[in-house]
């Protein structure tokens, strides 16, 4: 796609979420687009190929949380792939401090290259499992904000993020359509963990039918020591 066919793409979406940004971030995302589809070549990072898929489904969906988000926030991305939605973050919300976590070292590679070319600051690609990361004694209950796009279901996700936040932090957490039952089968899991659903964005991504949720989870208590799990424990057997 050229530039600027991806500059009134982008352009027009932003409209619709109110979000305005300058030209150099416009070419950030075009940049970042680019790499993508020149890594996928290679790498499986995102089955989605389109410039205009990418545009709406991966960066558009990743930003519109992007006003519930407090200027200087740290923020941890668990298991954030090609990068959804922590570089979109950063690229719209320069302030903004933040970790991407991944379990595959292609994925670091990319995001490490991506981070380069775009010239980001503040902003670390780190190669680890969710679980072990959550027991790391320097990152636990250090961030004000961690967040997850289409990882896992519910009950397995939270005892991935929680661990992570303050107290009285946040967990944002990207969902598809159908949340409901995720939602009723959590919430053992959120007691357990110290957390509760404080907000639930219903909404569609712009100009489509498709839908989408974001859970807004508040951290009110500790996380017991033990959580997370040895890796691949959450998964396996869920806090129900």
């Known amino acids: 796609m050229e530039k600027e066919k991806f500059k009134k793409e982008m352009e027009k979406y932003l409209e619709i979420i109110s979000i305005s940004l300058t030209q150099k971030q416009i070419e950030q995302f075009y940049d970042y687009m680019n790499l993508l589809l020149e890594w996928n070549e290679k ?20 930003i519109i949380p992007i006003n519930n988000i407090k200027k200087d926030s740290k923020i941890v991305d668990i298991g954030t792939g090609a990068g959804f939605p922590g570089i979109p973050l950063k690229i719209v919300r320069p302030d903004l401090k933040i970790t991407l976590v991944d379990s595959l070292n292609k994925r670091i590679s990319f995001l490490e290259e991506v981070i380069k070319k775009l010239q980001l600051e503040e902003i670390e690609a780190i190669h680890a499992r969710a679980e072990e990361f959550g027991r790391n004694k320097n990152k636990r209950e250090s961030f004000d904000i961690a967040t997850s796009r289409a990882v896992a279901n519910m009950s397995v996700l939270v005892e991935y993020l929680l661990p992570l936040v303050k107290l009285g932090g946040h967990c944002i957490l990207l969902k598809g359509s159908q949340i409901e039952e995720e939602l009723e089968k959590s919430q053992k899991a959120l007691t357990v963990l110290g957390g509760k659903v404080e907000k639930l964005d219903c909404f569609e991504l712009p100009m489509t039918d498709i839908k989408r949720n974001i859970i807004y989870l508040l951290k009110e208590k500790n996380t017991p020591s033990k959580y997370p799990r040895k890796p691949g424990m959450p998964a396996k057997s869920p806090i129900q």
Do not use: M, R, V
């Open 43 to 62: 790498f499986n990072l995102t089955a989605i190929t389109k410039p205009e898929e990418i545009i709406l489904k991966h960066f558009i969906d990743s």
